[in-house]
């Protein structure tokens, strides 16, 4: 599939801001399956100062530096990804999760051992009993990891409820497993807990999912938004394996990947620091728009 996507944030101050710096990661990444060759960051007031690095995860991030008085930011990511269908696991052929667990403690340098950096708690992702207890009801004994990792994808979906009123980006994941409700951040960060609890290497993925309207419907014009999914170490021969449990589903080419990291601390689509802002009214819109069957 070919997406042609708009990424358009809005802020505007309750007081003049006269310095702004910011870091946008708002950059597809090019991977095995995914190319994008075309993006561009639109900025409003225009930076004085502006650089692109890459982070020690892999991720374009773009620092931006603002200077005179302004009353409102507008950053507009576009981008143009082309997305296609990972191969086929079968996940009965993938390797029991304790070897993928144990792997992770090898003293030589391999794939497995180089995942392991994600087996960690991180500032979002405690490692605690609590979710020991979800994760172990997923992966029995001698568990292929992909059969485990489907599992605790469906028992997600099927046992925490989609509220956007139940949390917000602050939310302790204990909260979220108490509450028994959240949305895609609070589920990829609930996974990662329970993941990293029994010593498996995950990632969290921040991106975009194309949408589809009601039959007969024409697409809402800024309905769509950022999401947030999991990827699993799965062995040498599977590799990074996606799952989103928002929506009981392994990732594919209506999954596009903007970042991953430890939580969502380390992939924050756009943060900043402002001098005079006072309170601040935040507005994202984002736009996935198909443009054809095919990849070119």
Known sequence: MKYQIIHRTTYQYEGTVTVSHHL???APRSLPGQHCPWHELEIDPMPVGRGVHIDVYGNTTTYFEIEGKHEALV???KSLVNVVAPRKIDPEMTPPWETIRDECYAERLTHGSNAGVFRFASPMVPVSDEFLALAHSAFPPNCPILIGVIALTKKIFTEFRFDPRATDVSTPVIEVLKRRAGVCQDFAHLMLACLRSIGLPARYVSGYIET????GQARLVGADASHAWVSVFCGDDAGWI????TNDILAGERHITLAWGRDFSDVSPLRGVTIGAGCQR????VDVIPLENSVS
Request: charged share 15%; glycine share 0%; aromatic share 0%.
């Open 24 to 26: 946008a990661k708002l």
């Open 75 to 77: 950053v507009c990511a």
């Open 212 to 215: 589809l309207p009601p039959a």
């Open 242 to 245: 996606d799952t989103d449990p």
């Open 282 to 285: 935040l507005q994202v819109a």
